[in-house]
């Protein structure tokens, strides 16, 4: 029952219903639905009429709904389902939508209610660890989205794909849950290799995989305590092991010295194809030294730098293609700086130059996608490096020979990029002639903004941090509130510009502010403007307008530049 079916599950927001709509207009021949319209249709009844009858109610008729169409299925099919789904029939295939930020919270200012008495932002939170789980054991397939962006990875939903990836994937436990079906899926993208490690899968799964992989295919990574060599397959042995029974295809190191030269030095002399390199890197002087040890042989050296928070992805998304292994990753993948699947698709390989959006927190940026296809005509590729105020001064000369050749820089660089740019505060740069140039776009658009606030004449900026300068030039009457303190003003603004992240410490509003409209600056689902604006059933509009303006501008500046790097 159902094996033609696709369900789609993930957290509210994460985009399965935008997703569906992208992929509906160009494959007709799969049916795409969406399980609450589909609920709507039957009960002549508005989503959230429906849920007024009780949350329990709400989850049988769900059930029942969603039973029939897929009993009826006659084709392929794909359906949405809500994020608080409690379980699913067997026989369909399970994808899992996920997305960085899915962690950090999202609040809707139109979404059923389950908990009136909360803010929808700790709904979401409060619900969050049960449906991660639930989620984790239902998945046969995982994708990762990109933020803000759906366009292209609809062809995952599809079964199989020919795509060019001759690239490393590592295979996790859940890809066992109908190993043959994965790997059928999977055989059309030209993948290099899947690598095998004892230590993430039982016994019974490397048999698995062994048995049904091509061997050419194969890399066995010995990371167990199992005393295994495999004849027919490439072996990946860590020097930590000692000596292998004889030379391996790829010789490993993944615990490093105190300093990264005596881990290095370790690596001299390995009887192997490929030396391997993937430790812990701490800081940008580490990374720089990895990559040259790196670019002293490149064909057979590998350098794969790991961390505890996925810091180094950039690096391994921009020069990992070039290196003789590189792993990318669906779901979870092995370690958190491996790049994603949709990076690995649609990233340009690095040449002499690359752009980049800097800042902290970074996860949530639109930034790498919203220029993607700009850069891409000149084969640029563009990167998120999260980077601190702290780590600026050791980062910024590296980053250079490396290649940056354009940044975006959000919170909290702007000025550290002002003081580049011989400006109060920059948010755009890019090399010429040797030199870096800087500007400021969010100015720009704040001063192309201006005429649809000319309405409101009392205007609060509540927070600013770098954007402050550009609020006090482009909307001079607009009142400056500190966050951390709030305001004593005993008025109330007719528009408050809401400029502070959630990472950032800040008081809320009394309740005596009223605004007739909140202009947030941020455009992620976890703002505390939009929790504030949907708890106070305030007006309410994200800050995305004024991204898309702002980077409108960046791109008209960095294409009069991008010539000098076009051959």
């Excluded at 959230?48 to 769900?62: L, M, V, W």
């Excluded at 800097?358 to 990167?383: K, Y």
């Excluded at 649809?452 to 030039?473: A, F, H, M």
């Amino acid at each position: 029952m159902g094996s033609n079916v696709t369900l789609l599950i993930g957290h509210r927001g994460v985009g399965k219903t935008t997703l569906l709509r992208v992929l509906a207009p160009l494959h007709k021949e799969v049916l795409c639905l969406d399980l609450d319209q589909e609920m709507e249709i039957a009960h002549k009844l508005k989503i959230h009429d429906i849920f007024a009858k009780g949350e329990s109610y709400f989850r049988e008729f769900e059930q029942s709904v969603l039973k029939q169409l897929i009993d009826q299925a006659e084709g392929p099919m794909i359906i949405a389902c809500g994020a608080g789904i409690e379980s699913l029939p067997p026989g369909p295939n399970v994808v899992w939508l996920r997305r960085s930020t899915d962690a950090m919270g999202r609040s809707f200012l139109n979404r059923p209610r389950l908990d009136a008495l909360t803010s929808p932002f700790k709904e979401y939170m409060d619900r969050f660890p049960v449906r991660d789980k639930r989620f984790r054991s239902w998945a046969k397939e995982e994708l990762w989205l990109p933020e803000g962006h759906e366009v292209g990875m609809e062809a995952f939903l599809l079964g199989t794909q020919t795509w060019n990836l001759p690239f490393e994937l590592t295979l996790l436990p859940e890809n066992f849950r109908d190993f043959m079906s994965f790997w059928e899926r999977r055989a059309a993208w030209n993948l290099r290799h899947l690598e095998v490690r004892d230590d993430l899968l039982t016994p019974d799964q490397v048999e698995e995989a062994l048995s049904i992989l091509p061997d050419n295919k194969i890399i066995y990574a010995r990371r167990g305590p199992r005393d295994v060599w495999h004849d027919n397959v490439k072996m990946d042995w860590p020097r930590e092991l000692g000596l292998p029974p004889k030379p391996p295809y790829i010789m490993s190191i993944h615990q490093r010295r105190e300093s990264l030269s005596e881990t290095l030095a370790e690596m001299s002399g390995a009887e192997c194809h490929i030396q391997k390199v993937a430790v812990e890197i701490r800081t940008f002087s580490e990374l720089e030294q990895g990559h040259n040890w790196w670019l002293e042989s490149p064909r057979d050296r590998a350098f794969l730098p790991r961390s505890k928070d996925g810091r180094w992805r950039w690096y391994r998304s921009l020069f990992g293609r070039g290196m003789p292994v590189h792993f990318f990753r669906e779901g979870d993948g092995s370690g958190f700086d491996q790049p994603m699947l949709w990076q690995t698709l649609y990233q340009p390989p690095v040449g002499g130059h690359f752009a980049a959006v800097l800042g902290s927190p970074i996860e949530q940026s639109r930034s790498p996608v919203e220029h993607l296809q700009f850069f891409a005509l000149s084969q640029t590729p563009i990167v998120a490096i999260p980077m601190t105020d702290e780590r600026w001064d050791e980062a910024w000369p590296i980053l250079g020979k490396l290649g940056l050749a354009f940044a975006a820089v959000t919170a909290p660089l702007k000025h550290k990029a002002g003081v580049l740019a011989q400006l109060p505060a920059a948010n755009t740069l890019w090399r010429t002639k040797g030199q870096w140039k800087g500007a400021n776009t969010d100015l720009l658009a704040l001063k192309a903004i201006a005429d649809d606030i000319e309405d409101y004449p009392n205007v609060w900026l509540w927070g600013g941090g770098g954007i402050r300068p550009s609020v006090q030039e482009a909307i001079p009457r607009a009142k400056l509130i500190k966050a951390r303190s709030g305001a004593s003003d005993p008025t109330s603004p007719d528009l408050l510009i809401w400029a502070v992240p959630r990472s950032r410490e800040f008081k809320w509003p009394d309740d005596s502010v009223t605004p007739q409209m909140v202009l947030d600056l941020n455009y992620t689902d976890d703002s505390p403007g939009l929790e504030w604006a949907a708890s106070r059933n305030l007006r309410y509009q994200s800050g995305l307008r004024m991204f898309k303006l702002q980077a409108e501008f960046q791109r008209e500046i960095w294409s009069q530049v991008l010539k000098e790097y076009v051959k």
